[in-house]
């Protein structure tokens, strides 16, 4: 009995597999285009700071008391990453005869295929639906309604000028549009702190006033369930309402606001990730060293 559970206890779980499966995968991949000019994988060791550590109790020793050293908590990952699709878009189709890709966003598809690193005989773009000439109008907004510049940087973003001046827009674009609004932002930290500046200035109330306002949770599930169908009914009942949700998030991806759910569309900066991000240089470093490769093949 001792012994079946001792091989029971050191079993791995399916957490375990799957983080092993997904460790032989990279490796199998990176195996496979070992002999690649430039290497589309490289292996990278991160160190984070997971959490600050709580000062211990002070040690009593010969000089008396004294408090033992305190410091971060440090967690150190081991990564694989990605500069290209190729390798394993090549692995997924040379098992098939054909492959279809399909998507409203592919274009422009020369750039699309050539990260893919295949090429594709057969293209077709098709028109929009919907006519863009004369049923969309875009624009951009550099300033708020009291002429203050509207900058979505980090730095720009924490000012209360640029967080006011978001909210007396919003209250402007809702008052004035008969159906649903949707206003996107790059991050969930920075909706959170938009809600609660107007939360104490009372703005959010003004909000609420016109028609109903929902943010959009982190996460999905029963709770973005939720908040969908309140905008959803705000909508149908009140004949307006407005969305916050956050680019990239779940609101952003496969849903359809169709009609009047979506007379008007509110971005707030773009999630551009940081110019020195160690990912971000590799990717650039790569597409360089890639681009000088082809030229040299194209010049010989």
């Known amino acids: 009995g001792g012994s079946q559970d001792a091989a029971t206890a050191s079993r791995p779980g399916g957490a375990a597999h799957a983080a092993l499966s997904r460790l032989l995968c990279a490796l199998d991949l990176m195996h496979a285009s070992a002999g690649a000019s430039p290497p589309p994988f490289r292996l990278a060791v991160r160190k984070e700071v997971e959490r600050e550590r709580r000062p211990p109790p002070r040690r009593r020793g010969r000089g008396g008391d004294s408090p033992a050293a305190a410091g ?27 492959v279809i890709v399909a998507s409203g966003t592919l274009a422009p598809t020369a750039s699309f295929a050539s990260e893919l690193g295949a090429p594709f005989p057969v293209k077709l773009e098709a028109p929009h639906v919907v006519d863009m000439a004369r049923q969309v109008w875009a624009g951009t907004c550099a300033s708020g309604l009291d002429g203050a510049a509207l900058t979505a940087t980090f730095k720009g973003s924490a000012s209360f000028a640029f967080q006011d001046g978001v909210g007396a827009c919003l209250e402007a674009a809702l008052g004035a549009t008969p159906g649903g609004v949707l206003a996107f932002f790059p991050s969930y930290a920075l909706l959170d702190r938009l809600v609660a500046r107007w939360r104490s200035t009372g703005a959010w109330e003004r909000l609420h006033g016109i028609a109903p306002a929902v943010a959009e949770p982190r996460g999905s599930g029963p709770g973005f369930d939720a908040a969908l169908a309140e905008y959803y009914d705000g909508v149908k009942s009140h004949g307006r309402a407005l969305f916050l949700a956050v680019c990239r998030g779940k609101a952003s991806e496969g849903l359809d606001f169709a009609d009047a759910r979506a007379r008007l569309v509110l971005v707030f900066g773009v999630p551009f990730p940081a110019a020195q991000d160690a990912r971000v240089l590799a990717k650039k470093a790569y597409n360089d060293a890639r681009s000088g490769a082809v030229a040299r093949g194209a010049a010989t």
């Open 72 to 98: 971060p908590a440090w967690t150190i990952t081991l990564e694989v990453w990605a500069l290209s699709p190729a390798p394993a878009f090549a692995a997924a189709a040379g098992r098939a005869r054909c």
